[in-house]
């Protein structure tokens, strides 16, 4: 097998960040998609054990929470066998690939260390890490809040049984599923992914505003949007955080935005309760999401690295002619 050809069986191996630009949004939306078919299929298969509720004198949510708890820790433990981490492990690659993909590695590795190093908590307060960070604190905010309480919205729907419910919890999913593999085929192909991360975030806002209009099915079809335009939002977002820091510091600047961005998951849950229990709605929560939404749009315009061409950027200043950070 060629070079060439093994490149075009894994487009991703040669990559500074792993996957080029052509394919980074299609690769993001594979990894994603699994979150949204794990809504599609948890929707009503929550439901149908909140059914049993009483059986063998068991409360449903023990049900619920037992049998789903089992099958996440059974999955976790036979993908332990099926999952690699080194290049030679990797059974799916041929033997030119492992070595196009070794070579990248190698290559990385050694400008790594021929970089001065910078602390992580300068990392941290690095303007284009802090702006990444703060919009993906948004969006979790948003994509959490709609995990949580989708059912809890749902049930305003008179008449519903749990089972019922859950196949209804299960639409925003099936939508995010569509959305993200469909623009994620045509945003690999602009110069800047920008404009449509703004447009997806819109969406989320808008979503949010409009459930607490209207109807609870009105809610309901309101939630979807918000849920396609989270969706979205996160499929644009990785590449373009990928893109956007220089290769030296990509992972650990990555791994910040990830774990301090996903506070978000914690906070959301939490404020969206506080504001239904001391209001008795959930328009507080949801008016909380919209503005959330809004200020990630003003902070997607400023994040560098977006477009095809921009340069990638250091965690010192990229503008003082400085030799390039390493992280400590």
């Known amino acids: ?30 990894f994603l998609g699994g979150s949204a078919a794990a809504g599609i299929v948890t929707g009503p298969v929550t439901g149908a054990l909140l059914e049993l509720h009483g059986a063998g004198g ?33 059974r799916w690659l041929s033997a030119e ?38 919009a993906f604190f948004a969006m979790t905010l948003t994509g959490y809040a709609i995990t949580f309480w989708l059912p809890s919205l749902i049930e305003e729907i008179k008449g519903l049984s749990p ?13 995010s599923m569509i959305a993200m593999y469909s623009m994620s085929h045509f945003t690999d ?5 920008r404009p449509f991360l703004a447009v997806t975030l819109l969406l989320s806002a808008i979503g949010t505003y409009l459930a607490t209009l209207g109807s609870p099915w009105f809610g309901l079809a309101a939630i979807t949007l918000a849920g396609v335009g989270s ?25 910040l935005v990830n774990s301090i961005g996903n506070l978000g998951g914690f906070v959301s849950p939490f404020l969206f309760g506080y504001l239904k229990d001391t209001t008795g709605s959930t328009n507080g929560g949801l008016y909380t999401l919209s503005a959330a939404s809004l200020l990630a749009i003003v902070a997607a315009r400023y994040i560098r690295g977006a477009r095809a061409g921009d340069a990638p950027l250091t965690a010192t200043a990229a503008d003082a002619g400085t030799e390039q950070p390493r992280v400590a």
């Open 189 to 193: 192909r602009s110069p800047d992914r």
């Open 163 to 175: 089972f019922e419910v859950g196949l209804l919890a299960a639409v925003p999913a099936i939508a």
């Open 1 to 30: 097998m060629s070079p060439r050809r093994a490149s075009s069986r894994a487009p991703c191996s040669t990559s500074r960040s792993g996957c080029p630009t052509p394919a980074r949004g299609r690769a993001t939306a594979i």
């Open 58 to 90: 068991v409360a449903g949510w023990r049900w619920m929470f037992g049998l789903e708890g089992t099958f996440s820790v059974i999955v976790g433990i036979i993908a332990g066998f099926f999952l690699v981490s080194r290049i030679e492990d990797a």
């Open 231 to 255: 969706k979205c939002a996160a499929t644009l977002f990785w590449p373009m955080a990928q893109s956007g820091l220089d290769l030296r510091i990509a992972a650990p600047g990555l791994a």
């Open 97 to 134: 690939e492992k070595s196009a993909l070794r070579t990248a590695v190698t290559r990385d590795e050694a400008e790594r260390e021929r970089a001065p190093k910078v602390s992580r908590l300068r990392l941290m307060f690095h303007p284009q890490v802090a702006l990444l960070t703060g």
